[in-house]
């Protein structure tokens, strides 16, 4: 039941996204509707597993991915998870309320949601994550699904620019935030969460522990936005509110310190920790105060707010007291509490006035006095005012930095640094609501203030709320789900601690009354100048983050990269092909001169002549093939297939009908497809044919590489040819085949069993080739140069005198002269023969590859035969549903293995009873190799129908140009 609960709290914001996609943009209420159901039940979901959690339990769910290698879709639920659950879950709710009212009627509310439970689903993922591969692939997702959602104006400049900044650097931080994972699974032997929570001491004394941390903490303090990564969060702001309120103050932001909290037990207690947390902690804390009250955007000062109060969070988790993560955890649960409510409370401002702007707002309490109470009451939270849940967790900050964790002179600044960044945040939160709420009324506004609707204020009302209640009641309310929280992180080394609201006169209380004080008077004296001061911090206004990013990108981006491609690059794939190459080359002759080369016995003896005499003929057609290049380009490819001829003998000679099937059928498709564009390449000229004596040079190169390589994969065939029997891996497939996989062909027993995971991959790699060729052509035009006139006349006039009166263009096979009839006719016996090549592949050669390349081909002699526009329309292809129906059922015949609980794509074999057959064979490996069929038989028509397209546009473009009539205009 818990692995359900788990997986199915993953699970449902995915399928609520997809759905939330689909529906049509009239419905937005329901799209609203079902985005709140999925997190609710959500919010449902997790609540329901707090009795199990805080009777001490950790609910574990697991699906076997790939064992061998530690990969397994683990998700595991402690009291931290849980609470990190409820966060994102129950504040997902109420934004998802709140954006009902604040999306405008145009605006594409079923993009909005789709995007909006697709980050959830990813933040719970992350949070809910017990294998640190499988946290770090969520950690990317909740990235790419913020840029989705912080460019969802994409007709908005800043919020592009905005939204390709956030990508870039928490992307960045992301592939860090993997080497550091790969580093700790070298350390520990593990993945597993919980293998690597109870090896925090060899961690820290390994080697690598300093590589470790640095890349890991890279990857949580770009998401947090921490100090010196801070500067993509304010410039986050261009996106809608909603997502202001749920990414940019309780869900996304604090993955940066969820990370450095849950590997506390395993990473913290050293100088390094100390030092890199703490100054960049420090540095965010106090720099996030200063910033916001120059800020003239609401948002703004928000984002600059948000910086400093993960700031205080990060600074707590430096010292490396238990005391201080229990204040850092309790101080994330009420910061997530105040900042979205006051986003959300920005957002009525800006949608009931119209802007954002400090300098025009004024005295909208007369307008708005329930909004006004609600801002300020949140406002208090997040200066620290007393009877609010923020003034409980800066006390217990207070508490913490004035105790002596560490010698230096970081520690001793620690508790001044506090007590001034406290006070900068009384100031701006005093201007915040002085500014917008008090003063005379508003001038001039693009819209007259007044309340929003009732259910866009309940959100704000809701979490208000509870930072009073917390604030109040704090141990009745909050204190038990406090404890299973910290419990999961600290264990055993949980500290005693008291959520009581009076401890007496102490030194705490003093700090935050001479904070809430000093606050007041700073604020007085900066009045005057805030009010039409510039938007910006004095001293820092040329340190623009923006500004600086963007000079950064230009720099990589165009001057770095413009001279590596200029130096580097070419723009023709033979230099390209070249290189590669040559570094294959000189790696090789390094190792066989590092590590020597022992010939293992090879011999000559025994050769056969008639072999050699193929491999000969192949040769020269190769020769030729590139010789003939430069002047007939279809004499090229013809000697092209006779040196893949070639190949397929050899295939045959050595006992491989498999692969000699396969390369003949692919030697068949590959030379039409190529047939079909030779006609868009440049004309040959006599200036093309003839080269000077650098080009020859260069060509006596390639000829020499070729040569080297040809030479050494023959010598590596060779050896491996001719190796005793058990001295190769062939006979752990051949011994394995049968027993394991179900099928006596070892070839496609390999590409959908044991190698299955590559095939799969393989797979997909070509369907995304199809779709990017049939993109590419769409809009592609032959040159008006390169059409080559007198042959295309020739083609018109022999085309003439064979079908005249027909329209040109209609079918190829009036271009190639072949009787159509005889191509039809072949139709239904290609495909019997692909469903004979599909159905014997797992025993006897063929197999899913082979058959789809046989089942295109069936398809090429029908456009040849009866056209393009009688194929379309009488047999009605769909290749793009054969390839989204072969990749969904290939991935689902991998998933079904989960439900016997085997790893993914394990194969299952058995001998099933048919009526009037009696027992045959049959292997789930041959259901994943249907899929294959679909999607390699999608994928290539998918290229056919763009290539005939472009074919019978190109010849028809040819007939019109070669009128009299065409020519003088």
Not at 880 to 899: E, I, N, P, Q, V
Request: with cysteine; aromatic share 12%.
């Amino acid at each position: 039941m818990t692995d359900a609960l788990l997986i199915l709290l993953v699970i449902l914001p995915f399928a609520g996204g997809l759905v939330a996609a689909t529906l049509p943009h009239s419905t937005r209420n329901a799209e609203a509707w079902m985005a709140g159901v999925v997190a609710l039940g959500c919010a449902i979901l997790a609540a329901a597993a707090y009795p199990a959690i805080s009777a001490g339990e950790v609910l574990r769910a697991e699906i076997e991915w790939l064992p061998s290698l530690g990969l397994n879709f683990t998700l595991r639920m402690d009291g931290f998870a849980l609470l990190f659950a409820m966060l994102v879950s129950v504040i997902g709710f109420l934004v998802v309320l709140y954006a009902r009212y604040y999306l405008a009627p145009e605006d594409a509310a079923g993009r909005f949601f789709s995007y909006f439970l697709g980050f959830m689903g990813s933040m719970l993922g992350m949070v809910l994550s017990g294998n640190l591969i499988l946290l770090v692939i969520f950690w990317e997702l909740t990235s790419v699904f913020s840029f989705l959602l912080i460019g969802y104006w994409y007709h908005n400049a800043n919020a592009r620019d905005g939204a390709r900044m956030a990508l870039t650097v928490t992307g960045i931080g992301g592939l860090a935030l993997l080497a550091g994972v790969l580093v700790i699974g070298h350390i520990v032997g593990s993945y597993d969460l919980d293998r690597v929570l109870e090896a925090g001491e060899q961690i820290r004394s390994h080697d690598l522990y300093v590589p470790a941390l640095v890349l890991i903490l890279i990857g949580a303090l770009t998401k947090s936005a921490q100090f010196p990564f801070h500067f993509w969060l304010p410039n986050a702001m261009a996106a809608p509110t909603p997502v202001s309120a749920y990414l940019h103050s309780a869900t996304m932001v604090k993955a940066g310190v969820f990370l450095m909290a849950r590997l506390w037990p395993v990473l913290s207690g050293t100088p390094e920790w100390f030092w890199i947390v703490g100054v960049a902690g420090l540095s965010s804390l106090l720099l996030g105060a200063y910033f916001a009250i120059f800020q003239q955007d609401i948002k703004g000062l928000l984002a600059y707010s948000t910086i400093s109060h993960l700031g205080l969070i990060t600074t707590l988790l430096s010292l490396g007291s238990p005391l201080a993560a229990v204040a850092a955890i309790f101080h994330m649960m009420n910061h997530a509490t105040f900042k979205a409510s006051l986003f959300m409370a920005a957002g009525v401002i800006d949608h009931e006035t119209g802007t954002r702007d400090m300098r025009r707002l004024s005295g909208l309490r007369r307008y708005m006095p329930i909004t006004t109470t609600l801002a300020v009451v949140a406002s208090a939270a997040m200066a620290g005012v007393p009877l609010l849940n923020g003034f409980l967790s800066k006390e217990m900050f207070f508490a913490e930095v004035i105790e002596t964790h560490a010698d230096s002179i970081l520690d001793t600044a620690t508790p001044y640094i506090a007590l001034l960044a406290s006070l900068l945040g009384v100031t701006y939160s005093l201007r915040f609501v002085h500014c917008v709420f008090f003063g005379p009324d508003p001038v001039d506004l693009p819209r007259t203030p007044h309340e929003p609707p009732r259910w866009m204020r309940f959100p704000i009302e809701f979490l208000v709320l509870a930072c009073l209640v917390v604030g109040i009641v704090p141990a009745v309310t909050i204190g038990s789900f406090l404890d299973t929280a910290v419990m999961a992180v600290l264990g055993p080394e949980m500290p005693p601690h008291s959520l009581r609201v009076w401890h007496g006169f102490t030194i705490p209380l003093l700090m935050s009354t001479i904070a809430l004080v000093a606050g007041v008077v700073l604020y007085r004296l900066l009045k005057s100048y805030l009010a039409s001061c510039p938007d910006g911090a004095p001293f820092f206004r040329r340190m623009n983050g923006q500004r600086i990013f963007t000079s950064v990108m230009v720099t990589l981006s165009w001057k770095w990269a413009r001279a590596a491609e200029k130096y580097l690059g070419a723009r023709r794939l033979q230099p390209q092909l070249r290189l590669l190459v040559l570094i294959a080359l000189v790696t090789a002759f390094w190792l066989l001169y590092t590590q020597g080369f022992d010939p293992g016995g090879i011999s000559l003896a025994g050769g056969d002549l008639g072999l050699a005499l193929v491999w000969t003929v192949g040769a020269v057609c190769a020769v030729c093939a590139a010789y003939q290049a430069k002047f007939h380009r279809l004499a090229a490819l013809a000697l092209l297939g006779g040196a893949g001829i070639a190949v397929c003998i050899t295939f045959i000679w050595f006992s491989a009908p498999d692969l000699a099937v396969t390369q003949l059928l692919v030697e068949i498709i590959t030379s039409v497809l190529i047939l079909l564009g030779l006609r868009w390449l440049p004309k040959r000229s006599p200036e093309a044919v003839a080269v000077s004596v650098r080009v020859r040079l260069r060509r006596y190169g390639d000829l020499a590489m070729a040569v080297a390589a040809g030479v050494g994969m023959t010598l590596i065939s060779y050896a491996v040819m001719t190796r005793p029997a058990g001295e190769t891996i062939a006979d752990f497939f051949l011994e394995r085949s049968y027993t394991e996989g179900g099928g006596r062909n070892v070839v496609n027993v390999i590409l959908v069993d044991f190698r299955g995971f590559d095939t799969m991959g393989e797979i997909t790699v070509l369907g995304i080739v199809g779709l990017t060729v049939f993109a590419l052509l769409r809009r592609f035009r032959p040159a008006p140069d390169s059409v080559d006139r007198p042959e295309q006349q020739r083609y018109l006039q022999a085309f003439e005198e064979a079908q005249p009166g027909r329209e040109v263009g209609e079918t190829v096979s009036d271009y190639l002269m072949i009787p159509s009839v005889i191509m039809q006719w072949l139709f239904p016996v290609i495909i019997v023969l692909a469903a004979h090549l599909f159905l014997r592949g797992h025993d006897l050669p063929g197999g899913g590859f082979v058959a789809g390349i046989a089942m295109t081909i069936a398809f090429v002699l029908q456009y040849m035969a009866a056209g393009t526009r009688w194929v379309e329309e009488r047999l009605r292809v769909l290749p793009l549903r054969w390839m989204g129906f072969g990749m969904m059922f290939s991935a689902l015949t991998g998933a079904g293995a989960w439900l016997l609980g085997y790893p993914f794509l394990t194969s299952h074999a058995r001998y099933v009873e048919l009526p009037f057959i009696g027992e045959v064979p049959f292997a789930t490996g041959s259901l994943f190799d249907f899929g294959v069929f679909s999607l390699v038989m999608g994928s290539t028509v998918l290229m056919l129908i763009a290539l005939a397209h472009q074919s019978i546009r190109s010849l028809r473009a040819a007939r019109i140009a070669a009128t009299p009539e065409a020519e003088e205009t």
